[in-house]
C-alpha cells in the first residue's frame, strides 16, 4: 500500500525559505503513470495546490506562488521536496504531499505537517 | 485561472440526502475530470469521488457524483445520511493548474 510522509522544520522566521520533504513507501516514485503534489491549507481554510513534479523532473506550480516555489526529486531516495522562499505569516499551513493521477486525481495524501512561519 | 465555488456549509438529518454543487466560474466543467475529498477534523483529504463519478474501492455507493454542462458545475450527492459523513468536502478540477473548490462544511443533524 502506497504511503506518503511529510517530514521538515515546524517553525519557520519570515523572510527565511521552508523546506518539506516527502518520503514514498509502498511504490516508486519514478512510475510513468503519476506526477507527485503538494497542496497546502492554512488553519480553519481551504485547500490549496502549491505546485506538481514528475519523476523525470518536469515540473508545473500554481502561478499564484511560481516564483518562490521550488519543487524537486530524488528518485534514488523515493523521494520529492518543496522550497518556499520568502515566507510570510500566511504561508502558515498543514502542508500535505500527495500522488496525483494523469487524470488529476490526488490520492492518497500524506498526514500532513504544520509549518508556523514566526520569529 | 478559473475558480470552484461551494456553498458553505449544508445540514440535514440522518438518513436524508444532500446535495453539493461546485460551480466552475468559467471554462466549461465538461472538459476536465472532477475530484471529490473529504476531511474529516484533524485528518487529511480522503478520495470520495473521481473522474466525475467514480467511486474508489471502500467508498459505499451513498456516494454519487454528476456533471450538469447547462449550469457548469458537478455536484456530490450524500444519500442515507449517516453521523459518520459529518465532514468538510472538496472538489477539485485542472485546467492548467490544479484548482480546489471553496470548500462545503456537511453537518448531520
Known amino acids: 500500500q502506497l504511503q506518503l510522509q511529510e517530514s521538515g522544520p515546524g517553525l519557520v522566521k519570515p523572510s527565511e525559505t521552508l523546506s518539506l520533504t516527502c518520503t514514498v513507501s509502498g511504490g516508486s516514485i519514478s512510475s510513468s503513470s503519476y506526477y507527485w503534489g503538494w497542496i497546502r491549507q492554512p488553519p480553519g481554510k481551504g485547500l490549496e495546490w502549491i505546485g506538481s513534479?514528475?519523476?523525470?523532473?518536469?515540473?508545473y506550480y500554481n502561478p499564484s506562488l511560481k516564483s518562490r516555489v521550488t519543487i524537486s526529486v530524488d528518485t534514488s531516495k523515493n523521494q520529492f521536496s518543496l522550497k518556499l522562499s520568502s515566507v510570510t505569516a500566511a504561508d502558515t499551513a498543514v502542508y500535505y504531499c500527495?500522488?496525483?493521477?494523469?487524470?488529476?486525481?490526488?490520492?492518497?495524501w500524506g498526514q500532513g505537517t504544520l509549518v508556523t512561519v514566526s520569529s | 485561472n478559473f475558480m470552484l465555488t461551494q456553498p458553505h456549509s449544508v445540514s440535514e438529518s440522518p438518513g436524508k440526502t444532500v446535495t453539493i454543487s461546485c460551480t466552475r466560474s468559467s471554462g466549461s466543467i465538461a472538459s476536465n475530470y472532477v475530484q471529490w475529498y473529504q476531511q474529516r477534523p484533524g485528518s487529511s483529504p480522503t478520495t470520495v469521488i473521481y473522474?466525475?463519478?467514480?467511486?474508489p474501492s471502500g467508498v459505499p455507493d451513498r456516494f454519487s457524483g454528476s456533471i450538469d454542462s447547462s449550469s457548469n458545475s458537478a455536484s456530490l450527492t450524500i444519500s442515507g445520511l449517516k453521523t459518520e459523513d459529518e465532514a468538510d468536502y472538496y472538489c477539485q478540477s485542472y485546467d492548467s493548474s490544479n484548482v480546489f473548490g471553496t470548500g462545503t462544511k456537511v453537518t448531520v443533524l
Open positions: 473522474e466525475d463519478n467514480q467511486r
Open positions: 513534479i514528475y519523476y523525470s523532473g518536469s515540473t
Open positions: 500527495a500522488r496525483r493521477t494523469v487524470t488529476t486525481w490526488f490520492d492518497p
